[in-house]
Nanobody
Framework: QVQLVESGGGLVQPGGSLRLSCAAS????????LGWFRQAPGKQRELVAQ???????NYADSVKGRFFISRENANNTVYLQMTSLKPEDTAVYYC????????????WGQGTQVTVSS
C-alpha cells in the first residue's frame, strides 16, 4: 500500500510562488512515477506534472515554464515549485503515484488547497 502525505498549500497573491511537498512510502515500483494533479471547483481533475524515478518529466501545457517538478529518491519526496501563480491555478492539489506515466494514477494523497487571490 502506498501512502502519500502532502504539505505546503496555502494562500498566495497573483504572481507569487509556492512549493508543495509530498512524502511517499510504499513499494518502489508503485512510487516509480510521482506527480501532481489538481481539481478546481466545478472542474475535472487534471494533470499538473509527473516525474519518474529516472528524472523524466511530463507537464501540462498550462503550467510549462511556471511550475517545476523535482524529486529526491533517497527519501521518496516529490516537490512542485509553482511560480508566477495565477488565480486560475486555484485548486486542490493532489500528490499521486504509480508505475508508469498515466492520466489515471493508482494512488492519491488527501489533497492540499492552493488559493491564488489578492
Amino acid at each position: 500500500q502506498v501512502q502519500l502525505v502532502e504539505s505546503g498549500g496555502g494562500l498566495v497573491q497573483p504572481g507569487g510562488s509556492l512549493r508543495l511537498s509530498c512524502a511517499a512510502s510504499g513499494k518502489r515500483l508503485d512510487i516509480n512515477v510521482l506527480g501532481w494533479f489538481r481539481q478546481a471547483p466545478g472542474k475535472q481533475r487534471e494533470l499538473v506534472a509527473q516525474i519518474s524515478s529516472g528524472g523524466n518529466t511530463n507537464y501540462a501545457d498550462s503550467v510549462k515554464g511556471r511550475f517545476f517538478i523535482s524529486r529526491e529518491n533517497a527519501n521518496n519526496t516529490v516537490y512542485l515549485q509553482m511560480t508566477s501563480l495565477k488565480p486560475e491555478d486555484t485548486a486542490v492539489y493532489y500528490c499521486t503515484s504509480g508505475v508508469v506515466f498515466t492520466p489515471s494514477p493508482r494512488y492519491w494523497g488527501q489533497g492540499t488547497q492552493v488559493t491564488v487571490s489578492s
